[in-house]
C-alpha cells in the first residue's frame, strides 16, 4: 500500500511517460525549463474562471474580459513564458484573443452559472492524499453535474484517464453534494451526468459518459501500482526517442551518460543492463551530481536576469519562491593606502581587524567625519550584485 502519499493526474502522467523524469521533478526537485503552451493554456484558463466568477450571469463586458486577458499576458516576459521571441509571444496572445472572442460570442447568452470554476481539492482515498483542480463543474439539475476539462493544445484526440481520475475523486468527495444542496436544497444524491473536453481553438466539445464500476476499478488498481512502484523507489529510465529528444533532463539522464552505448534507446536495454561496479556507480553519481548542479546555477542565472528586468523582487512558481535581493558591498582600489588612512585618523582599534567587512562597517557607522569619509571614498569601489533565493513554498 502506497500510504501518505501526496498524488495528483499530472505525477500519474509523468511517471508513465519515464519514472526517471519523476524523480528528476519530483524527487530530486530540478525545474523544467518553461514551455509556451503551458503559459498560454494558463492564461486562457484564468480568462474562463474571470467570465464565469465576475458576477456571472451575465458575463463581463468583451473589452473587460479583454483586458484581464492583456493585464495577465503581461505580467511576465517571453522568456519567462518560454516563446522563443517577443514575435512568437505576440502570435500567441493574437491566437488567445481571437479564442476569447470567439467563445465570448458563443457563450455570452448562457444563463447557468457554474456550480464551481477551478475546483481544488484534496481527497484522501486508499492511502493516497490525492490533489485535483477541476476546471468547471456546471449543475444540470436533480444532483447531476457535468465536469468540463479545457484544453489548448493542437489535438482533440484525448487518453480519457484525466476524466477517470474525476470521477475516481468526485464520487468519493462529499463535498460535492454539500456544494450541490447550496444551490439545490431538494437534491438527495451527487451524480455525474457527463464529463468533457473543451477544446478552446475551436469550441468543440468531446463527451464522455460516466465509466462503469469495472473500468474505474481497473484504472484505480493502475494508480496505486504507479504509487507503489513511487513508494518502492522505482525510478528506472523508459527511454524512447520522442520523448528523449526534448526531454529538459537529458544531460542528466542515466540514459544519456557518456558511457551509455548509442542502442540503449532503440531497444529499452538501459532498463535490463547489467548493474555497474561500485566505482564506475559512483563515478556516475559524481557526473549527474555535476551536470544538475551546472544545470541549477544555470537556471539562477536565467531567472535573475528575468527577475531584475522585470523588476521582481519576488515571484512564485507551483512548489516555489524565488526572492531576489541586491547585495551592496565595497571593494578597495589600494588596501596599503586604506590601512594607513586607519592608522592616521585613529580608527584601526574601531575595526579590530581591518578586513574589506570590517572597514565597511565602520564606514557606514556614521561616526566618521566628513574630511575622513570623502579619503575613503576615494580609495573605494562601489559593487551591487543580485543574490537569488529559492524556497519551498506551503503546501
Known sequence: MAGGLNFSYSKLGLYKECPQKYKFRYILKFPEKPKYYFAFGSALHKVMEFMYSAGYPPFPELEDVLKFFKAEWDSTSFEYKGYADAAKEKDGFLEGARIIKAFYEKHKNDNNPPLSTEYKSTVNIDGLSVISIVDRIDYLGGGRVSILDYKTGKTVAREPDQL??????????????????????????????NMLFYYLPTLEEQYLQ????????DFWAGVLKVAADIMAAKFNPDPGESKCRFCDYRALCPVWAPSAKDEALADGAARNAAPAGPMEELSAKIDACGAALAAADKLKQEITAI???????RHFGKNYAAELETINTLDFKDSQKTLELLKEFNLLPKVCVPTINSIQKLLESGVLDPRQKQAFDALTRKQSEKRLKINKTED
Do not use: G, H, V, W
Request: glycine share 0%; aromatic share 4%; proline share 9%.
Open 210 to 217: 460516466p465509466a462503469p464500476k469495472e473500468r474505474i476499478d
Open 307 to 313: 527577475m531584475a528586468k522585470n523588476n521582481f523582487t
Open 164 to 193: 477517470l481520475m474525476y470521477q475516481k475523486l468526485m464520487d468519493n468527495n462529499p463535498r460535492l453534494l454539500e456544494m450541490i444542496r447550496r444551490r439545490d436544497p431538494a437534491a438527495k444524491e451527487a451524480k455525474i451526468s
